[in-house]
């Protein structure tokens, strides 16, 4: 079974950045399309942004324009640059596998 490793994750004010990765064990990456999920507390996880094999990207409307999702199939990581943070994307952040392979989370807290 896959393992799904996140980091990247903390503190940061309002307008600033992050970059989260997501390093994923095993050896047909490539194949799968990845995501980022997040889940704020009391609240349901929602979806943040996916990457197909082929790199087609997909966005919640919250996030468009601010964040990007990207993935390097030769080291098997996949990130997510966020930028323009805001405090209402203050959440957990999970990395995610087609197939229901999930990270354990990092925790983003956009605060000034």
């Known amino acids: 079974q896959v393992q799904l490793v996140e980091s990247g994750g903390g503190l940061v004010q309002p307008g600033g950045s992050l970059r989260l990765s997501c390093t994923a064990s095993g050896t047909m990456f490539r194949i799968y399309t990845m995501g980022w999920y997040r889940q704020a507390p009391g609240k349901q996880r929602e979806l943040v942004a996916t990457?197909?094999?082929?790199?087609?990207?997909n966005y919640a409307d919250s996030v468009k324009g601010r964040f990007t999702i990207s993935r390097d199939n030769y080291k098997t990581i996949v990130y997510l640059q966020m930028n323009n943070l805001k405090p209402e994307d203050t959440a957990v952040y999970y990395c995610?596998?087609?197939?229901?392979?999930w990270g354990q989370g990092t925790q983003v807290t956009v605060s000034s």
């Open positions: 990457i197909t094999a082929s790199g087609s990207t």
């Open positions: 995610y596998q087609q197939g229901n392979s």
